[in-house]
């Protein structure tokens, strides 16, 4: 293996990692927030992310408007959900909204399957697809463009949570939902802007990654990649979520380099089994001592 | 007594169901009571001691294939003493996994038992020499003694006894010192800990046996269905699963059974609707938790207390 | 409790009794047909094409006049996903439940394989599945609808070897039968010209990233990489290899890959990719049937562009309709077998003449392929595999 073609390799898993790092974020904000996992969050991605295609496709727009479709698209379906179900789910365990996410996550996918069939589609790059030479070593425009704006992202993201007003509620909450509530803070706007943000978040990612594996129904299956990464940094931390997602991808790419090819779709299955059991808190994380 | 009426009725419905129903019909019939032994083995899991499971059609598959494997390999065997091995293959496999996630909590372990469903599939796939892996095994005919259950009515029968049993074990199950340290569990896992209950070995107890169910479930599922092939184990066999004990009810052994009907017959009345079945399944699951969080059997029971 | 009991036992005598037919699946008035068939998964496009618009467009043509012998064909289809036990239990709620008269264009190699013994137990009929696989071959009710892989691979190995010289070759194969079907028939067909192969890596089915696998069969350099896959996969497998830049290589694609959908998901990294084509281009053959799919299309289905899968569905149809009408008004699943077997010179106006034989092939043809500014053109005539 020469060391351009590695290079190559690494540069797509930081690509591909840098989405799943979207994905664990998207998972933490929400898991933060309201204490609960949202099954459908790749679900949504997939959608939002097939709304905007149509929309572009249909009327003919120029390729642009598909991130702020797409967002918009997002930030519909999860308000629209997390009002109508959600919340009245609000006494509610942490396993029935699990349950319910998972009927959501189902139910979606059959939507886009009846809207759209569940064939794969191309879709538009924004990035060119010849590789840029940087002296011996290859690297994919797309690559380097999903690397850029991801990062971009978890950049306006921090900033978000530390200097806003908006963010700082949101750690409230997510520290100490009564304490939150005594000092004036809405917690059930929280909860919605949670959902609304994990959602931009995660149709951002989506119009990242879907040049690069097709559009199609089964996108949503990369929350699993992202809940893995999340749990890789430790879940709950988001610069662990970052750290994981990187990890992830270039795991995913190496692997089957080395080892035989298959074992790429087990990857993340084998890294979340691992991980669970030998450092369940994750690289990042903290073991919280529960209280009793 | 109007319960043992209903019960003897269901009986003979039970036994005279292939002399009624089209062949076809007789397959469907076998299939609901494989899926209820699994539902009533995920019910011992996630209704007693709240360790969900999406990873259940993993124990299914390799129930299946061992009970394929050994028949194919040593048709010798009886194929009630295949049925056993493939159970305890399964348990031990569930044991194995069971015991070092049981300091995971809800939602980890839950994720786990996706990740391990998937993982056990692959393994399935990758070991091709053994199993065909892709290209699928097909099952050879079930032997009972020097009977080869070769009607889809000799199977009815093997796989309805094999069920009156394990059923009547589940349901005698609350009655013992397990099932009443389970049901403690259930309440509250700190408060039977703190009552003296060992939790850990209880929890893993209800892996063992869920597993061993399920894994019995799966040798029935491959002498009824007769191919097999690892992709069909995926993650949203697991699901339905999940979706019958909630259906049913977490917890009811009558839930397990009912739930397992009530999916089955809907799987296969949406075959032509195909698109669709997600979409139901879905709606229903999020329904359920809205309206009907006890599920069937929740709804009979206040019912019955009117 | 006793009103109850009654009531369902009635229900059940009355679901129970359905009068036993003498041919399953044939009446009067209408012949059922049905299969199996992907409809998600990374064959869904392609199964919907071959049936929804393929078998059932021909159909409806033939509806329209009249039926066959007067009786209207009726289609059902249950969805596998490309997954062998979901195949095998479709295939038997069709059998039992539906009561179908055969099983027409079936797709995928191991869920067609996975079928055929309990098809050939029940004497069902198992026509023109769109698969290749050997095993297929010589069957009593079984009647292929591709040319086999075999034959694909004899032509494509004498062509490439043989006319056109090349000397090493990789392949990049789906892991199962169907693409082991491919490799074994490469490996022979290469010995027949002293020759070997130099690389072989596969992918798993339902798998899309081949980046290790392309970057493993570039080490290797061969002149000429085989494409053993479905659309999904072979279609990274171009844009894969247009990212590192790996240009001394043709890609070449089996039968089955060769087609309109690859290109589309490809784009400009199909541009000089080659293989062999199965099927005369739909969009712009002049051969009278294929115009006459053409016409049909455009009438039923206006919006829908047409491409092989739904021309070999449409020809699946015909050929049974062919075999239908000679069997006559007296329909069996024996009358069919015979009158298909002694189908000789048939011109359909879209393949060369069909003859079948003992072997049940019957279709053994396929040229050559360049694509050139996005799309297939011919460079040869129609191959000979024999």
Redesign the interface.
Known sequence: MTTAALVHVIVSGLATGSVYALMALSLVIIYNATRTLNFAQGEMLMISTFVAWSVQQTFALPLGVILPVAVLAAAAVALVFERLVIRRAIGATHWDVLIITLGLSLALRAVAGLAWSHDEFPFPSFFPGRPIALGPVRVAPVSLGIIGASLALMLALAALFRWTRLGRAMRAVAQNQRAARLMGISVERVYSLAWVLAAVVGAIAGVLVAPVIFLSSKMGLIVINGFTAAVLGGFGSMPGAVLGGMLLGVLENLAPLYLPSGIRYSVPFIVLIAILLVRPAGLLGRIEPRKV | M?AR??LG?LGA?LAAWPW??????V?LASLILVNAVVALGLNLLSGYT?Q?SFGHAGFLAIGAYTAALLTLHAPAVPVVATLAAAGALTAVVGLAFGV??L??S???L???T???G??IT?AI??LDGLTR????L?VPVARLGGWALATDTARYYLVAGVTVLLVAAAANLARTRTGRALLAIRESE?AAQASGVPVARYKTIAFGVSAFYTGVAGGLFAFI?????P??FDVFMS?DF?VMI?VGGLGSVPGSIVGAAVVTVLH?SL??F?????????????AC??FM?GGIAGFGARLARR | MRSVMCSLVAVLTLGASSPATAQPGVTDREIVLGCSNSFSGPLAFTGEQATKFGVDLYFKVVNDAGGIHGRRVRTVYYDDGYKPQDAVANTRKLVEQDRIFAVIAPQGTPPVVATMEYLEENRVPLLFPFQGSPVTRGRKYVFSGMTLYDRQAKMMIDYLAGQRKYRTFGVLYQDDEYGKAFLTAFEKDLGRHDLKLTAAESVKRGATDVSAQIAKLQAARPQVTFLVLTPGPGAQALKERQKIGWTDTVMVSSGPLTDERYLALAADAAEGVEGLSLWPDPLTSDLPGVKAYRAAMQKYFGKNEPNRYSLSGYFAAMLFTEGARRAGKNLTRESLVTALEGIKGWDSGILPPITIGPDHETQRQGFWVRVEKGRFKPLTDWLTSD
């Open positions: 109007r009426w209903a009725a419905l009624l129903a089209p062949r076809y019909f397959f709240n969900l070092p996630c300091r995971l809800g939602l980890y839950a994720m786990a996706l990740a391990f998937f993982v692959e796939l990758n892996g892709a290209d699928g097909r700190i269905v007769g191919f097999l092939s992709d069909a699901v999940v909630i296969d075959a032509g195909q698109n669709y079945r997600p979409l139901v399944f879905g709606l229903i699951l999020v938790m809205l969080p």
